[in-house]
């Protein structure tokens, strides 16, 4: 069913910037800063963001004892080979100055005895490196201090289109209490976050429904690695839980507790030389594979020797109270869930798409720093530096662009009910697939999918899902090997003849196809 749309309101900006997690925030205040109207637009209120969630910290070269290149080398270890080596060292050299800009805006990182910032270590980390805030609530902490000074936000409103003329970007279609309207602008700048919201469980909170992903298809952008999604190994196991379920960061393990299956028995023992601080595909693969021998739901972590519990992580600890569990007496019953998009929207590293005027950073973008699994806390890293530089490239790239006429285009978003979607996605595509559940998975999204319902915010992000889901499919049964957090239990090996990416468009029936070659076929 195709909708005409009548626009009730209409806004102009220099920059429209689609989120406000740490990217979109950071990108918001570098463009405001040279100039011209910058409006974010975002779905929830101030803190309905994957960024305020965030336990663990930033992954930051240390002043002692680490180099960027050993930054370097373990995110390129840890991204299976699919990692861009330029755009690894471009993120990681500019760390520290983005850490130390979001110090000048006042952000309190923990310190240690000495007084220097306190620094720990997560999986795939050769040494101690990761900054945290409030013990294990670093993205609330970096939150509040992006969000602390006034930048315009219209909250609760969700994009609907990215508006395109002959010279790029005329603008953005948003919906919000008002009904439709238009921000008229030469830039768009997606900060959306992921997809979290494919899978049942997941450590995402409920916006985390692909938006800036669909956005960015039906524009013409295209999107890579997206069958890269990566499953958080520790996340608090309830039984019958779903929806956004609690973090058991994995800075947990990185202060000493251990993995063990109802038996006792250690998981990732003989598996990886970093035992439980390999890096997370491994273990997340290690857990999945120990659940299905010993067919249980869960694994259990093992922190009860750790002193000082309470005081370095406060949330954790809250978490476990609510769910009757103390660290410090109990087993924390805990397996994987969904947790963090290693691909999304192809851009450079200043977050240039193909498309003129359109800009990703952060979760929905793919800028080759992850490769097909991303080192811990590289990711509040990647939000701060390719945000700044986002909204620096948009502000100068887009200034002074003249408006164009905005032809405004009838929606007609194919959508499958989000329910079905979350029960498709985890049966079939799980830390562990194979080629007959994902194409099983694809029959049932196209069975189920319908355009009948009339467009509201839920009906926008249901289509959003949708087209996701169909584009992961579709990239996961081309792969044919098991790379960083894409596991086939049909083809248990890595082929090195896929050590590429494969990136998707939509095609004019708004499907998705590939426009790169096969990935078995020559380069
Ligand atoms: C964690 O605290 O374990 C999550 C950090 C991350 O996703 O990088």
Known sequence: ?????????????????????????????????????????????????ATQYAQGGIAVVAPVGDSVDAHVADTLAAGGGLCDEDAVRSVVSAGPDAVAALRDLGAVFDTAGDGDIARTREGGHS??????????????????????????????????????????????????????????????LLATGGLGQLYACSTNPPGATADGIALALAAGAGVADLEFVQFHPTVLFT??????????????????????????????????????????????????????????????????????????????????????????????????????????????????????????????????????NRLASNSLLEGLVLGERAGTAAALERAGIPSEATEIPDLDPVSCDRARVQQVMTRHALVVRNGDGLATATTDLDDATSGDRPIDAVRLEDAALTVTARALLLAAQRRTESRGCHTRSDHRDTDPAQARSAELRLDAAGAPIFTTPELTGAN
């Open 127 to 188: 040494t101690r490196r990761i900054i945290h805030a409030g013990g294990d609530a670093t993205g609330a902490e970096v939150q509040r201090a992006l969000g602390a000074a006034g930048l315009p936000v219209l909250f609760g409103a969700t994009a609907a289109r990215v508006l395109t003329g002959s010279r790029g970007v005329t603008g953005l279609l948003v919906l919000d209490s008002r009904g439709f309207g238009v921000v008229h602008a030469p830039a768009v």
């Open 239 to 372: 039984e019958g839980g779903t929806g956004r379920r609690p973090l058991v960061s994995e800075a947990v393990r990185g202060e000493g507790a251990r993995l063990l299956d109802s038996r006792g028995r250690s998981i990732t023992e003989g598996v990886h030389p970093l035992g439980d601080l390999a890096p997370r595909d491994v273990v997340s693969r290690a857990i999945a594979d120990r659940m299905r021998e010993l067919d249980e739901s869960h694994v259990y972590l093992d922190a009860r020797h750790l002193t000082g519990f309470a005081a370095r992580f406060p949330t954790i600890t809250a978490m476990c109270a609510e769910a009757g569990l103390d660290p410090g007496r109990d087993l924390l019953p805990v397996a994987p869930a969904a947790h963090y998009s290693c691909g999304g929207v192809v851009t450079d590293v200043h977050g240039r798409t193909r498309i003129p005027g359109l800009y990703a950073a952060g979760e929905v973008a793919r800028t080759g720093l992850h490769g097909a």
């Open 1 to 49: 069913m195709t909708t005409s749309v009548t626009v009730a309101w209409e806004d102009h900006a220099d920059l429209v910037v689609v989120g406000g997690g740490v990217a979109g925030l950071t990108a918001a205040r570098a463009a405001s800063r040279r100039g011209g109207r910058v409006l974010t637009v975002s779905k929830g209120g101030p803190t309905d963001t």
